[in-house]
């Protein structure tokens, strides 16, 4: 899913939330589970890929067009969740629910948003251990197929890229 496809569901699961349940950590959770797990993906591009065009247009154009050769995304796992979620429990921590049921919806999203790109199975994908046992190599796990990128930073941002027509192709590589 596109970033501020991300967005738009975040804010409106954290207001949800906050009206159903009246806990401003829960909200809060949403918050970061639901939008700021993204953080994962600029940790990959300034260590992992070592890019140094450290702007929101760089950073967003190499994603949505498909230059990543790594996929990391520590965040993004099932592991993850499950100890999270563990400590959740353990804690009674309102916070980390939040931050669980965000991150669940966001996990959700991309599956059905993100599994085009996918030659391999989508739900693997979101599994560290799946990522480990592929090298984390971004066109294992993801392919090579062209994309098509929106023109303009706020059109790739709420719209994401697509493998069908819409916008310019885009060769991986």
């Known amino acids: 899913m596109s970033p501020g496809g991300h967005l738009v569901t975040t804010a409106v699961a954290a207001g949800v939330g906050l009206a159903a349940t009246g806990s401003v950590p829960f909200a809060a959770g949403i918050v ?34 498909g230059r990543a050769r790594r996929a990391v995304l520590a965040l993004h796992s099932y592991e993850l969740f499950l100890a999270l979620a563990v400590l959740a429990w353990w804690l009674d921590s309102a916070w980390l629910a939040g931050y669980l049921a965000g991150g669940a919806m966001h996990l959700v999203l991309d599956i059905v948003f993100n599994g085009r790109f996918t030659p391999r ?22 392919g090579s197929e062209p994309r098509i990128v929106p023109v303009g930073f706020w059109r790739s941002f709420f719209s994401g890229a697509s493998p069908r027509a819409g916008g310019r192709p885009v060769p991986r590589g």
Request: without cysteine.
């Open 121 to 142: 199975n989508i739900f693997a994908f979101y599994s560290f251990g799946f990522r480990l046992a592929h090298g984390f190599d971004a066109e294992t796990l993801f």
């Open 32 to 65: 970061v589970g639901g939008f700021l797990i993204d953080v994962d993906h600029a940790v990959d591009y300034l260590i992992v890929e070592r890019q140094r065009e450290l702007t929101p247009a760089a950073f967003l154009r190499y994603y949505t067009e």
